[in-house]
C-alpha cells in the first residue's frame, strides 16, 4: 500500500491507494488522520469474494502484497508479478516469510545463477524485488529482520579494456625514432646555429661561422 499526504484547503488529508492482487484493480481511501492512515495501510486487504478464511501467507503472496501497494504503472506491475511467479514463488514455494532465511536467500541466488543461468544483472533485477519486499515487511513488523540485508550478489563484469589503435601505437614508437634524431641534430652546425641566433653570443657565432668555413 502506498500513503500520501493531501493538502485540502488548509486541511490535512491522508489518502492510502493499494491494488487488488486479484482483480489487479486500484483502490484507495482518505482519511485526515496519519496514524489511522499509516494503521489502514499496514493491514492485508482481502478480496471482498472470499469466504472468510484468509489463504496461509507465503513469501510470493507478501511479494504480490508488497507490489500491488506501491504507485506503480501497470506494465511494471505486470513484470514484478512475473517475477514473483517464476523466480521467487518457483523456488521458495510455500513457505512462510517468517522461515526464510539468508542462507536460503543466498541458495536462490545460486540458483539463479547455476540452474536458470541468468546473468549478474538479471540476478540482480529479480533480487531487487524480493528485497524490496523484505525490507518493507521487516519495518512494518511482519519480519522480525530483513533476511536480504547481507546476501552477495554476483558481480557484473565490466568490459574488458580495448587495445590502442593502431595509429596511437604508430605515434607512441615514433616518439623514441624523434628523441634519436633530436639527439642527432644536437650536432648539426646548422641547428646549432639557428639556437645561437636565439641565446649566444657573438663569439659562439662568430666560432660557429669559422666552422663552416672550415
Same mark, same amino acid.
Given at each position: 500500500?502506498?500513503?500520501? @499526504?493531501?493538502? =485540502? ?11 487488488? $492482487?486479484?482483480?489487479?484493480?486500484? %483502490?484507495?481511501? *482518505?482519511?485526515? =488522520? ?9 493491514? #492485508?486487504? @482481502? ?10 501467507? *507465503? ?11 506501491? #504507485?506503480?504503472?501497470?506494465?511494471? !506491475? ?7 511467479? *517464476?523466480?521467487? +514463488?518457483?523456488? /521458495?514455494?510455500?513457505? @512462510? #516469510?517468517?522461515?526464510?532465511? $539468508? ?13 536458470? %543461468? ?7 533485477? @529479480? ?6 519486499? *523484505? ?9 522480525? +529482520?530483513? #533476511? ?14 580495448? +587495445? $590502442? ?6 605515434? !607512441? ?15 648539426? $652546425? ?21 666552422? /663552416?668555413?672550415?
Amino acid at each position: 500500500m502506498y500513503c500520501s @499526504h493531501i493538502p =485540502n484547503n488548509g486541511a490535512t488529508h491522508y489518502r492510502v491507494t493499494w491494488r487488488d $492482487p486479484q482483480t489487479n484493480r486500484r %483502490h484507495q481511501q *482518505t482519511f485526515t =488522520n496519519r496514524v489511522d492512515a499509516d494503521e489502514f495501510s499496514t493491514k #492485508p486487504r @482481502h478480496n471482498p469474494s472470499d469466504t472468510g478464511t484468509s489463504e496461509p501467507q *507465503t513469501l510470493s503472496r507478501l511479494c504480490e502484497q508488497s507490489i500491488a501497494g506501491r #504507485p506503480l504503472t501497470d506494465s511494471t !506491475v505486470n513484470r514484478l508479478r512475473s517475477i514473483c511467479r *517464476t523466480s521467487i +514463488a518457483a523456488f /521458495f514455494g510455500d513457505r @512462510h #516469510p517468517g522461515d526464510i532465511t $539468508p542462507e536460503m536467500v543466498a541458495a536462490w541466488v545460486r540458483w539463479l545463477t547455476d540452474e536458470r %543461468h541468468y546473468s549478474p544483472r538479471t540476478v540482480r533485477d @529479480h533480487f531487487r524485488v524480493l528485497a524490496s519486499t *523484505t525490507r518493507w515487511a521487516s519495518q512494518i513488523g511482519i519480519l522480525r +529482520a530483513d #533476511p536480504c540485508r547481507w546476501v552477495a550478489l554476483p558481480r557484473i563484469p565490466r568490459p574488458a579494456g580495448r +587495445a $590502442p589503435e593502431p595509429s596511437s601505437r604508430r605515434r !607512441v614508437g615514433g616518439g623514441s625514432s624523434g628523441s634519436a634524431m633530436g639527439h642527432s641534430r644536437d650536432h648539426d $652546425p646548422i641547428a646549432r646555429l639557428r639556437r645561437a641566433l636565439h641565446d649566444a653570443t657573438p663569439e659562439d657565432i662568430q666560432a660557429l661561422l669559422r666552422e /663552416f668555413h672550415d
